[in-house]
Protein backbone atom coordinates (compact mmCIF):
# COMPACT_ATOMS: atom_id res chain seq x y z
CA UNK A 1 0.00 0.00 0.00
CA UNK A 2 1.30 3.63 -0.38
CA UNK A 3 0.32 6.89 1.01
CA UNK A 4 -2.67 9.19 0.09
CA UNK A 5 -0.73 12.03 2.00
CA UNK A 6 2.84 12.01 -0.08
CA UNK A 7 3.80 12.48 -3.75
CA UNK A 8 5.07 9.19 -5.04
CA UNK A 9 7.18 8.49 -8.26
CA UNK A 10 6.12 7.08 -11.26
CA UNK A 11 7.82 3.68 -10.46
CA UNK A 12 5.91 3.19 -7.01
CA UNK A 13 2.26 3.95 -8.60
CA UNK A 14 2.79 1.33 -10.79
CA UNK A 15 3.86 -0.85 -7.96
CA UNK A 16 0.87 0.44 -6.18
CA UNK A 17 -1.21 -0.58 -9.12
CA UNK A 18 -0.02 -4.04 -10.03
CA UNK A 19 0.05 -4.57 -6.20
CA UNK A 20 -3.59 -4.21 -6.53
CA UNK A 21 -4.12 -6.30 -9.23
CA UNK A 22 -1.98 -9.21 -7.55
CA UNK A 23 -4.84 -8.66 -4.43
CA UNK A 24 -7.60 -8.45 -6.11
CA UNK A 25 -7.82 -10.29 -9.21
CA UNK A 26 -11.39 -10.91 -9.68
CA UNK A 27 -12.29 -7.36 -10.01
CA UNK A 28 -8.65 -5.71 -10.97
CA UNK A 29 -6.51 -5.97 -13.53
CA UNK A 30 -3.87 -3.84 -15.09
CA UNK A 31 -2.65 -3.10 -18.49
CA UNK A 32 0.35 -1.75 -20.06
CA UNK A 33 -1.13 0.26 -22.82
CA UNK A 34 1.63 1.64 -24.03
CA UNK A 35 5.27 3.32 -23.48
CA UNK A 36 6.35 6.63 -23.14
CA UNK A 37 9.26 8.47 -25.08
CA UNK A 38 11.75 7.55 -22.69
CA UNK A 39 10.53 3.75 -22.63
CA UNK A 40 8.77 3.83 -19.29
CA UNK A 41 5.57 1.40 -18.95
CA UNK A 42 2.32 3.80 -19.14
CA UNK A 43 -0.34 1.70 -17.17
CA UNK A 44 -4.09 1.54 -16.98
CA UNK A 45 -5.85 -0.09 -13.73
CA UNK A 46 -9.90 -1.66 -15.00
CA UNK A 47 -11.32 -1.56 -11.98
CA UNK A 48 -14.79 -3.43 -11.71
CA UNK A 49 -17.42 -5.28 -9.43
CA UNK A 50 -16.40 -9.23 -10.47
CA UNK A 51 -19.35 -10.05 -11.67
CA UNK A 52 -17.31 -10.93 -14.88
CA UNK A 53 -19.61 -9.12 -17.06
CA UNK A 54 -17.96 -7.26 -20.09
CA UNK A 55 -19.42 -4.54 -22.32
CA UNK A 56 -20.53 -2.21 -19.81
CA UNK A 57 -20.24 1.53 -19.69
CA UNK A 58 -17.23 2.71 -18.90
CA UNK A 59 -16.21 6.03 -16.81
CA UNK A 60 -12.55 6.72 -17.89
CA UNK A 61 -10.22 8.95 -15.55
CA UNK A 62 -6.64 10.36 -16.41
CA UNK A 63 -4.14 11.85 -14.89
CA UNK A 64 -0.91 14.03 -15.08
CA UNK A 65 -1.04 14.74 -18.70
CA UNK A 66 0.67 17.78 -17.48
CA UNK A 67 4.09 16.26 -15.39
CA UNK A 68 4.06 19.19 -12.87
CA UNK A 69 0.54 19.06 -11.46
CA UNK A 70 1.52 16.49 -9.04
CA UNK A 71 -1.82 16.56 -6.83
CA UNK A 72 -3.57 15.21 -10.19
CA UNK A 73 -1.46 11.88 -10.18
CA UNK A 74 -2.05 12.09 -5.85
CA UNK A 75 -6.30 12.67 -6.69
CA UNK A 76 -5.94 9.63 -9.26
CA UNK A 77 -4.22 7.46 -6.48
CA UNK A 78 -6.98 8.18 -4.10
CA UNK A 79 -9.95 7.45 -6.38
CA UNK A 80 -8.11 3.89 -7.47
CA UNK A 81 -7.86 2.93 -3.62
CA UNK A 82 -11.10 4.31 -2.57
CA UNK A 83 -12.84 2.03 -5.62
CA UNK A 84 -10.23 -0.85 -4.97
CA UNK A 85 -9.26 -1.72 -0.97
CA UNK A 86 -12.82 0.39 0.21
CA UNK A 87 -15.15 -1.88 -2.18
CA UNK A 88 -17.15 -3.30 0.28
CA UNK A 89 -18.60 0.55 0.86
CA UNK A 90 -18.35 1.59 -2.74
CA UNK A 91 -19.47 -1.55 -4.44
CA UNK A 92 -22.51 0.21 -5.73
CA UNK A 93 -20.08 2.74 -7.73
CA UNK A 94 -19.07 -0.01 -9.94
CA UNK A 95 -22.82 -1.70 -10.32
CA UNK A 96 -23.31 -1.23 -14.43
CA UNK A 97 -20.11 0.83 -14.79
CA UNK A 98 -16.43 -0.40 -15.09
CA UNK A 99 -13.88 2.39 -14.42
CA UNK A 100 -10.53 2.66 -16.32
CA UNK A 101 -8.10 5.16 -15.14
CA UNK A 102 -4.35 6.09 -16.07
CA UNK A 103 -3.27 7.85 -13.26
CA UNK A 104 0.09 9.21 -15.33
CA UNK A 105 0.07 10.36 -18.61
CA UNK A 106 3.20 11.49 -19.01
CA UNK A 107 5.61 9.73 -17.11
CA UNK A 108 8.93 10.53 -18.51
CA UNK A 109 7.83 14.59 -17.90
CA UNK A 110 6.56 13.27 -14.30
CA UNK A 111 10.16 12.00 -13.39
CA UNK A 112 11.82 14.69 -15.30
CA UNK A 113 9.81 17.03 -12.20
CA UNK A 114 11.45 14.83 -9.65
CA UNK A 115 14.90 14.92 -10.92
CA UNK A 116 15.67 17.98 -12.34
CA UNK A 117 12.76 20.88 -13.28
CA UNK A 118 10.19 20.93 -11.14
CA UNK A 119 8.19 23.14 -12.93
CA UNK A 120 8.19 20.96 -16.27
CA UNK A 121 4.49 20.61 -17.84
CA UNK A 122 5.37 19.26 -21.30
CA UNK A 123 6.23 15.41 -22.29
CA UNK A 124 10.35 14.75 -23.08
CA UNK A 125 10.58 13.99 -26.76
CA UNK A 126 12.56 16.54 -28.57
CA UNK A 127 10.06 19.16 -30.15
CA UNK A 128 13.44 20.62 -32.38
CA UNK A 129 16.84 20.90 -32.42
CA UNK A 130 17.04 23.44 -29.56
CA UNK A 131 14.05 22.34 -27.54
CA UNK A 132 12.63 19.32 -25.70
CA UNK A 133 8.75 18.56 -25.02
CA UNK A 134 5.33 19.53 -26.23
CA UNK A 135 2.17 20.19 -24.46
CA UNK A 136 -0.10 17.20 -24.70
CA UNK A 137 -2.90 18.81 -23.62
CA UNK A 138 -2.84 20.76 -26.78
CA UNK A 139 -1.25 17.28 -29.03
CA UNK A 140 -5.18 16.20 -29.94
CA UNK A 141 -6.51 16.50 -33.13
CA UNK A 142 -9.20 18.27 -33.05
CA UNK A 143 -9.07 22.05 -33.74
CA UNK A 144 -5.43 21.45 -33.22
CA UNK A 145 -3.15 24.63 -32.91
CA UNK A 146 -6.19 26.61 -33.89
CA UNK A 147 -6.08 29.00 -30.88
CA UNK A 148 -4.44 29.10 -27.62
CA UNK A 149 -1.58 26.59 -28.54
CA UNK A 150 2.34 27.89 -29.59
CA UNK A 151 3.76 26.95 -32.48
CA UNK A 152 7.24 27.41 -31.28
CA UNK A 153 8.80 24.49 -29.98
CA UNK A 154 10.29 26.52 -26.74
CA UNK A 155 7.53 26.89 -25.30
CA UNK A 156 5.34 25.50 -22.42
CA UNK A 157 2.09 25.49 -25.13
CA UNK A 158 3.78 24.08 -27.60
CA UNK A 159 1.52 22.25 -29.85
CA UNK A 160 3.92 19.29 -31.39
CA UNK A 161 5.22 19.13 -34.71
CA UNK A 162 2.25 17.67 -35.56
CA UNK A 163 -1.31 16.56 -34.03
CA UNK A 164 -0.72 13.46 -31.92
CA UNK A 165 3.27 13.77 -32.33
CA UNK A 166 3.60 12.28 -29.08
CA UNK A 167 3.07 8.35 -28.03
CA UNK A 168 1.50 9.43 -24.94
CA UNK A 169 -0.97 11.15 -27.00
CA UNK A 170 -1.47 8.53 -29.03
CA UNK A 171 -2.20 6.37 -26.43
CA UNK A 172 -5.05 8.26 -24.42
CA UNK A 173 -6.47 8.41 -28.32
CA UNK A 174 -6.26 4.44 -28.69
CA UNK A 175 -8.30 3.82 -25.14
CA UNK A 176 -10.61 6.24 -25.85
CA UNK A 177 -11.41 5.31 -29.37
CA UNK A 178 -11.64 1.70 -28.16
CA UNK A 179 -14.03 2.74 -25.72
CA UNK A 180 -16.54 4.30 -28.08
CA UNK A 181 -20.06 3.77 -27.28
CA UNK A 182 -19.32 2.49 -24.12
CA UNK A 183 -17.22 5.47 -23.13
CA UNK A 184 -19.81 7.66 -21.11
CA UNK A 185 -17.75 9.94 -18.68
CA UNK A 186 -14.49 11.20 -19.06
CA UNK A 187 -12.74 13.11 -16.31
CA UNK A 188 -9.10 14.73 -16.69
CA UNK A 189 -7.13 15.69 -13.59
CA UNK A 190 -5.42 18.74 -13.90
CA UNK A 191 -4.34 21.66 -11.50
CA UNK A 192 -4.65 24.43 -10.22
CA UNK A 193 -7.14 26.90 -10.10
CA UNK A 194 -10.40 24.91 -8.58
CA UNK A 195 -12.38 24.73 -11.84
CA UNK A 196 -15.18 22.22 -13.36
CA UNK A 197 -14.70 22.33 -16.50
CA UNK A 198 -16.28 21.13 -20.09
CA UNK A 199 -16.25 21.64 -23.49
CA UNK A 200 -15.17 23.38 -25.38
CA UNK A 201 -12.07 24.43 -25.20
CA UNK A 202 -11.25 26.05 -28.32
CA UNK A 203 -14.22 28.19 -28.98
CA UNK A 204 -16.82 30.48 -26.84
CA UNK A 205 -19.25 28.58 -28.25
CA UNK A 206 -21.26 25.66 -26.32
CA UNK A 207 -21.89 22.55 -27.28
CA UNK A 208 -25.57 21.87 -28.00
CA UNK A 209 -25.90 19.34 -24.44
CA UNK A 210 -24.19 22.29 -22.65
CA UNK A 211 -26.58 21.42 -20.19
CA UNK A 212 -26.04 18.20 -19.53
CA UNK A 213 -22.66 18.69 -18.46
CA UNK A 214 -23.17 21.73 -16.19
CA UNK A 215 -25.67 19.53 -14.19
CA UNK A 216 -22.98 16.90 -13.79
CA UNK A 217 -19.97 19.92 -12.87
CA UNK A 218 -22.26 21.63 -10.65
CA UNK A 219 -23.40 18.50 -8.91
CA UNK A 220 -19.53 17.97 -8.26
CA UNK A 221 -19.22 21.42 -7.31
CA UNK A 222 -21.94 21.27 -4.92
CA UNK A 223 -20.95 18.17 -3.25
CA UNK A 224 -17.43 19.57 -2.31
CA UNK A 225 -18.70 22.71 -0.98
CA UNK A 226 -20.90 21.14 0.92
CA UNK A 227 -18.40 18.51 2.50
CA UNK A 228 -15.24 20.56 2.98
CA UNK A 229 -16.25 24.26 1.69
CA UNK A 230 -14.17 24.20 -0.77
CA UNK A 231 -15.06 26.82 -3.51
CA UNK A 232 -15.03 25.31 -7.70
CA UNK A 233 -16.24 27.60 -10.21
CA UNK A 234 -17.91 26.03 -13.18
CA UNK A 235 -17.98 26.25 -16.72
CA UNK A 236 -17.13 25.51 -20.41
CA UNK A 237 -13.05 25.98 -20.78
CA UNK A 238 -13.31 28.56 -23.21
CA UNK A 239 -15.46 30.93 -21.20
CA UNK A 240 -14.34 30.62 -17.60
CA UNK A 241 -10.54 29.84 -18.39
CA UNK A 242 -9.22 30.58 -21.69
CA UNK A 243 -9.57 29.03 -25.26
CA UNK A 244 -7.08 26.31 -26.10
CA UNK A 245 -7.51 24.19 -28.54
CA UNK A 246 -6.14 20.61 -28.79
CA UNK A 247 -7.16 19.15 -25.26
CA UNK A 248 -7.80 15.64 -24.45
CA UNK A 249 -11.36 16.78 -22.70
CA UNK A 250 -12.93 18.33 -26.05
CA UNK A 251 -11.26 15.36 -28.22
CA UNK A 252 -12.99 12.58 -25.67
CA UNK A 253 -16.30 14.31 -26.29
CA UNK A 254 -16.01 15.39 -29.58
CA UNK A 255 -14.47 12.46 -31.61
CA UNK A 256 -14.66 9.71 -28.88
CA UNK A 257 -18.52 10.15 -28.21
CA UNK A 258 -18.32 10.80 -24.34
CA UNK A 259 -21.61 12.27 -23.22
CA UNK A 260 -19.75 14.00 -20.35
CA UNK A 261 -16.12 14.85 -20.40
CA UNK A 262 -15.15 17.30 -17.60
CA UNK A 263 -11.72 18.95 -16.63
CA UNK A 264 -11.03 19.12 -12.69
CA UNK A 265 -8.74 21.85 -12.14
CA UNK A 266 -7.01 20.94 -8.34
CA UNK A 267 -6.40 23.57 -6.04
CA UNK A 268 -2.70 25.25 -5.94
CA UNK A 269 -2.31 24.40 -2.47
CA UNK A 270 -0.51 27.74 -1.66
CA UNK A 271 1.92 28.48 -3.86
CA UNK A 272 0.81 26.55 -7.36
CA UNK A 273 2.23 23.21 -7.22
CA UNK A 274 2.99 22.74 -3.65
CA UNK A 275 0.12 21.35 -1.84
CA UNK A 276 0.82 20.46 1.76
CA UNK A 277 0.66 16.81 3.51
CA UNK A 278 -2.18 17.30 4.52
CA UNK A 279 -3.87 19.34 1.57
CA UNK A 280 -2.75 16.14 -0.72
CA UNK A 281 -4.67 14.37 1.63
CA UNK A 282 -7.87 17.31 1.64
CA UNK A 283 -7.86 17.36 -2.18
CA UNK A 284 -8.04 13.66 -2.34
CA UNK A 285 -10.60 13.21 -0.72
CA UNK A 286 -12.48 16.43 -2.76
CA UNK A 287 -11.62 14.57 -5.94
CA UNK A 288 -13.57 11.49 -4.97
CA UNK A 289 -16.24 13.64 -2.98
CA UNK A 290 -16.64 15.15 -6.93
CA UNK A 291 -16.38 11.93 -8.97
CA UNK A 292 -19.23 10.51 -6.74
CA UNK A 293 -21.59 13.02 -7.30
CA UNK A 294 -20.76 13.77 -11.20
CA UNK A 295 -21.15 9.89 -11.13
CA UNK A 296 -24.46 9.65 -9.65
CA UNK A 297 -25.24 12.83 -12.33
CA UNK A 298 -23.98 10.70 -15.13
CA UNK A 299 -25.74 7.17 -14.25
CA UNK A 300 -29.28 9.00 -14.15
CA UNK A 301 -28.68 9.92 -17.36
CA UNK A 302 -26.52 7.44 -19.63
O1 LIG B 1 -4.36 24.78 -20.29
C1 LIG B 1 -4.69 23.62 -20.02
O2 LIG B 1 -4.32 22.65 -20.68
C2 LIG B 1 -5.60 23.37 -18.81
N1 LIG B 1 -5.18 24.18 -17.68
S1 LIG B 1 -3.74 23.85 -16.95
O3 LIG B 1 -3.50 24.92 -15.99
N2 LIG B 1 -3.86 22.51 -16.11
O4 LIG B 1 -2.71 23.74 -17.94
C3 LIG B 1 -7.02 23.72 -19.18
C4 LIG B 1 -7.55 22.91 -20.33
C5 LIG B 1 -9.01 23.15 -20.60
N3 LIG B 1 -9.48 22.43 -21.75
C6 LIG B 1 -9.27 22.85 -23.02
N4 LIG B 1 -8.81 24.03 -23.28
N5 LIG B 1 -9.59 22.02 -23.99
ZN1 LIG C 1 -2.81 20.83 -16.64
Not at 119 to 124: A, D, F, I, L, S
Not at 146 to 151: D, I, K, N, R, T
Not at 197 to 212: E, F, K, N, Q, V
Request: glycine share 8%.
Amino acid sequence: SISFSAFHRHSEINAYLDELAAAYPSRVSVQVAGKSYENRDIKTITISNGDGKTGKSVIFLDAGIHAREWIAHAGALYVIHQLVENFAANSALLKNYDWVILPVVNPDGYEYTHTSTRMWRKTRKPASASCYGTDANRNFDYHWGEVGASSYSCDDTFKGQTAFSEPETQLVRDLLLNLKGRGKFYLTLHSYGNYLLYPYGWTSALPASWRDKDNVAQAGAAAIKASTGTKYTVGSSTNVLYAAAGGSDDYAFAVDEFPISINMELPAGGTGFYPTTAQILLYGYETWTDIKAMRQKVVENY
